[in-house]
């Protein structure tokens, strides 16, 4: 943790929860006091480790879901016919 890290309070993390995360940004991590005076520390992850990790994560979920979704007998739409869904929810038609 750099000489830099600001500190702020649970009030802060709740009201302005955007000034807090603009100083993790900046400085790469924050403390956080509670009114019990318990402090934690927010703090960017090693950006590299944690995509691969979020990504795995995310793959793996959405893949049980198609495969849920197939045993429940849902059958995607055709791609011709995503250009025209994909046209009324963008509110074109």
Wanted: aromatic content about 4%; some cysteine; charged content about 25%.
């Amino acid at each position: 943790m750099s000489a830099a890290t600001l500190t702020f309070t649970s009030q802060d993390l709740v009201s302005e929860a955007s000034r807090v995360f603009d100083a993790v940004r900046r400085f790469g991590s924050a403390k956080i006091c509670t009114l019990e005076g318990e402090i934690f520390v927010m703090a960017k992850p090693d950006d590299a480790v944690a995509r691969e990790t979020a990504r795995a994560t995310v793959l793996a979920r959405m893949d049980g879901h198609a495969q849920k979704l197939k045993a429940l007998g849902h059958v995607p739409p055709p791609p011709a016919e995503l250009e025209h869904i994909n046209r009324i929810i963008a509110g074109e038609i």
